[in-house]
């Protein structure tokens, strides 16, 4: 296999790597991914590096703020699901489809950036052969455990970014330097239920909706982050998208923990089952 770096500059001038993990012979499927939350694109390597030897090619989008990302969240340098959904992501993307121009194009994340692949899909569908969900499901308070801790967090995200300039995500336990906005976004899809971004003009939700490519969805037994109320709840927004959920437990995975993300360090058994069903 081989491996590059190219270095992406949105509309907006934010720059980032998109790493490339390719097959050495011509590749018929890609596989363009998005990181958890906070994840450097880096994290990922060994999962692109076993997905390449299966032949997938896979590029590592990076989050802006994250790794390679030139920009860092502070009190004067702020963006939203805005500026990933309409800015980043569509620069990334342009470059994987120029780099494969006859492969099917598969869109996937792990967590948060399992939803916005499918906001990425919903938003622009052209091309998209499937969709591909590790760990990823709303956020909604009510799917998951303690839901009024859940909500009263959600409710606090907001308050937190706005006194530091940003979310401390590192000294919280979740996330990293987040940007205000982001988690503005991220908060509020939490509280409603529902998908919405400022200054993204789309009905989002009316988008999914419209999202008729087939979705691959792995969720794990022990992962409080990505429960089945959750993923079903992101599922149920793509009435018109078929899709098939796999639950691994830790015996499935190779007796490593079933949860949220152990699989990162031990890829195979989750590379196996999206390879194969790849569409």
Same mark, same amino acid.
């Given at each position: 296999m081989r491996e590059s770096i190219v270095s992406v500059v949105a509309g907006d001038g934010a720059r980032a790597d998109l790493a490339l993990v390719e097959p050495l012979q011509p590749a018929r499927r890609v596989l363009f991914w998005l990181p958890a939350l906070g994840v450097p694109a880096r994290n990922y390597?060994?999962?692109?590096?076993?997905?390449?030897?299966?032949? =997938?090619?896979?590029?590592?989008h990076e989050w802006r703020g994250a790794g390679s990302s030139d920009r860092r969240a502070a009190r004067r340098i702020d963006w939203g699901y805005r500026e990933?959904?309409?800015?980043?992501?569509?620069?990334?993307r342009g470059v994987v489809r120029e780099r494969h121009v006859d492969a099917a194009l598969h869109i996937g994340g792990h967590s948060l950036g399992g939803?916005?692949?499918?906001?990425?899909?919903?938003?622009?569908?052209?091309?998209?052969?499937?969709?591909?969900?590790?760990?990823?499901?709303s956020p909604y308070w009510r799917c998951f455990a303690h839901p009024w801790l859940i909500r009263a967090f959600y409710a606090s995200v907001p308050a937190i970014a706005a006194a530091?300039?940003?979310f401390p995500g590192r000294q919280l336990g979740f996330g990293g330097r987040e940007a205000r906005g982001v988690m503005a976004?991220?908060?509020?899809?939490?509280?409603?239920?529902?998908?919405?971004?400022?200054?993204?003009?789309?009905?989002?939700e009316a988008?999914?909706?419209?999202?008729?490519?087939? =979705?691959?969805?792995?969720?794990?037994?022990?992962?409080?982050?990505?429960?089945?109320?959750?993923v079903d709840w992101l599922l149920r927004k793509l009435p018109a998208a078929p899709h098939e959920v796999m639950r691994l437990d830790r015996r499935e995975l190779g007796d490593i923990p079933a949860d949220h993300f152990s699989w990162m360090k031990s890829p195979d058994p989750v590379v196996l089952r999206i390879s194969d069903k790849l569409f």
């Amino acid at each position: 296999m081989r491996e590059s770096i190219v270095s992406v500059v949105a509309g907006d001038g934010a720059r980032a790597d998109l790493a490339l993990v390719e097959p050495l012979q011509p590749a018929r499927r890609v596989l363009f991914w998005l990181p958890a939350l906070g994840v450097p694109a880096r994290n990922y390597l060994p999962f692109a590096r076993a997905l390449a030897a299966r032949g =997938v090619a896979v590029a590592l989008h990076e989050w802006r703020g994250a790794g390679s990302s030139d920009r860092r969240a502070a009190r004067r340098i702020d963006w939203g699901y805005r500026e990933l959904l309409l800015e980043d992501i569509p620069a990334s993307r342009g470059v994987v489809r120029e780099r494969h121009v006859d492969a099917a194009l598969h869109i996937g994340g792990h967590s948060l950036g399992g939803q916005l692949a499918t906001l990425t899909a919903a938003l622009d569908p052209a091309d998209v052969a499937g969709l591909v969900l590790v760990a990823s499901g709303s956020p909604y308070w009510r799917c998951f455990a303690h839901p009024w801790l859940i909500r009263a967090f959600y409710a606090s995200v907001p308050a937190i970014a706005a006194a530091c300039g940003y979310f401390p995500g590192r000294q919280l336990g979740f996330g990293g330097r987040e940007a205000r906005g982001v988690m503005a976004d991220w908060s509020r899809s939490g509280r409603s239920g529902r998908y919405g971004a400022d200054g993204v003009p789309a009905d989002l939700e009316a988008c999914l909706a419209g999202v008729t490519s087939p =979705v691959l969805a792995l969720r794990f037994a022990d992962d409080w982050f990505g429960p089945e109320a959750s993923v079903d709840w992101l599922l149920r927004k793509l009435p018109a998208a078929p899709h098939e959920v796999m639950r691994l437990d830790r015996r499935e995975l190779g007796d490593i923990p079933a949860d949220h993300f152990s699989w990162m360090k031990s890829p195979d058994p989750v590379v196996l089952r999206i390879s194969d069903k790849l569409f």
